[in-house]
């Protein structure tokens, strides 16, 4: 297990287009572990590969994240997530481990279904709403190189790229 290096706006890896999961073998799910293990530590509830780099369609989330007993986390695993359905609006606060300093308020579907495989790759399918709801849609986004930022309206939208490149470029 190894803890990877998480990548920050503005950096145009976050901006790749990701691959398919095709293999299912020891080494994705160690990449898995890997990942739990770099979301734990980062404090995040969800990781999506590529804000580690890895170009793949693979993301883990789990709402229990915070807890400090071991026993009491919820890890998820899902391997090539498609929305299948969708309904209704929700709005609440996203933050994101590749996007510092900067959390907004964000509009998505209410409810939706995804499919996925797991990391043996058999067919899985989850209806997920809430919490879990607004996760898939935030890490779902990275795997098509969207960030939760680009959701923002234009003019607010500027402005916090503006902020955060130059706070990027301080920090370099
Ligand atoms: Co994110």
Redo the contacts with the bound molecule.
Sequence with gaps: MTILEIYTFPDPILRQKTEAVTIFNHELAETTQSMLETMYVSGGI?L?AI?AGILKQIIVIDLKSGEEEISLREPHVFINPEIVKESGTTVSEEG????IEFRGEIERAEKITVEYQNVRGEAQKMDAEDMMSICLQ??ID?LNGV??IDHLPVLKQKMVKKRLTKLAKAEA
Excluded: K, N, P, R
């Design positions: 969800g999506a804000q994101c481990l590749s996007v935030h890490e990275h960030l939760f």
